[in-house]
C-alpha cells in the first residue's frame, strides 16, 4: 500500500481523472429516527454493480491501483444519485481512509460535485469502517478532523466489530456510531449484547455522539434498544436498500408519519 504521505499517485490520479475499467451504481437505504413519531434522518449510499450485482461483486475489483479513483467516483456518484432522487435528508457516504492521500485535495471533487447538483454540504454525512485498519492511525484522524471543517459529519461504522474501537474514539469523537449489527442480532434475548450496546449508548451520550443501530431485522430487536434510549435504526425491519432508488419505509406499528398524523388528529 501506498502511504499517505506519497503525493504522486494521488496528484496524478486527480489532476487527470484516472478512469476506473468497470462499472457500479448505488443503492440507498434510510436510516430512521424513531423520536417524535418517526422520520427519515438520512439515506446511506451502499455500492452496487451497474446491473444491480452485490456489492462484493463491485469491491472485489478495487485493488491498490485503482482504490483512490474508485473511492473518488462513489463520493461523486452518491452525490449525483441523491440530487437527482430528490433526497431531502442526510446523505451517507462510506469512504476508504488508505484511499485518502491529502484531505483538503481529495475532497475536493465531492465539494465540486454538490455545487453542481445543488446538495448541501452539511447534510453529507462521511462514513468510516473502523476495521479498515488504515495504514496511519493519525492519517485517519487528520481525515475526520479535515472533514469536519469543511462542514461534514463524520460517523464511525461497524463500533465494536473492529481494530481500532475505543482507540479510535478517544482520539476523535465523531457526530454518530453506528453499532455493528453483530451486536444487533438477537439482542432482544441475549443479556451480554444487552450489556455492551447499554455501555455504547451511555458512552454516546457522556461524549454527545448520537448512535445508530444499524442491521435491525425483528421488533424483538428494535424494542430493547428503543428501551436503552436508541432512537437511530437502519435495517431490514425499516427498508431494503433500493438500486438508484429511495425505498419507502415500513414504519413498525405506532411510529412514523401516519402515527403522528393520527396523535395529531382532534
Known amino acids: 500500500m501506498i502511504p499517505p504521505s506519497s503525493t504522486p499517485p494521488a496528484c496524478s490520479a486527480c489532476r487527470d481523472g484516472q478512469a ?9 437505504q434510510p436510516i430512521v429516527d424513531l423520536r417524535h413519531g418517526g422520520r427519515v434522518f438520512a439515506y446511506e449510499a451502499l455500492v452496487r454493480g451497474a446491473d444491480g450485482a452485490s456489492a462484493a461483486s463491485v469491491l472485489g475489483r478495487v485493488n491498490d491501483t485503482n482504490r483512490y479513483a474508485f473511492d473518488q467516483a462513489c463520493r461523486v456518484r452518491a452525490v449525483e444519485l441523491a440530487a437527482r432522487l430528490g433526497m431531502e435528508c442526510r446523505l451517507s457516504i462510506n469512504f476508504l ?12 471533487a465531492t465539494l465540486a460535485a454538490a455545487r453542481r447538483c445543488g446538495f448541501p454540504i452539511e447534510r453529507i454525512i462521511f462514513e468510516v469502517v473502523e476495521h479498515e485498519n488504515p495504514h ?3 492519517h485517519l484522524n487528520r481525515i475526520l478532523r479535515a472533514y469536519r471543517r469543511q462542514g461534514f459529519c463524520t460517523a464511525i461504522d461497524d463500533f465494536g466489530a473492529g481494530y481500532a474501537g475505543l482507540g479510535l474514539l478517544a482520539d476523535f469523537q465523531p457526530d454518530l456510531l453506528k453499532v455493528d449489527m453483530a451486536l444487533v442480532r438477537g439482542i432482544g434475548a441475549d443479556p451480554v449484547r444487552q450489556a ?26 428494535l424494542q430493547p434498544l428503543r428501551a436503552m434510549g436508541v432512537h437511530l435504526f437502519q435495517g431490514y425491519l425499516f427498508a431494503r436498500p433500493a438500486v438508484e432508488a429511495l425505498p419507502p419505509v415500513q414504519w413498525p406499528p405506532g411510529t412514523g408519519p401516519a402515527a403522528q398524523a393520527v396523535d395529531a388528529a382532534p
Open 20 to 28: 476506473l475499467d468497470f462499472e457500479f451504481t448505488m443503492a440507498f
Open 97 to 108: 481512509p488508505n484511499a485518502v492521500y491529502q484531505p483538503e485535495a481529495c475532497i475536493r
Open 136 to 138: 496511519d492511525r493519525e
Open 196 to 221: 455492551i450496546v447499554r455501555s455504547v449508548v451511555s458512552l454516546g451520550d457522556a461524549l454527545g455522539i448520537a448512535v445508530i443501530a444499524e442491521g435491525v431485522e425483528t421488533e424483538d430487536e
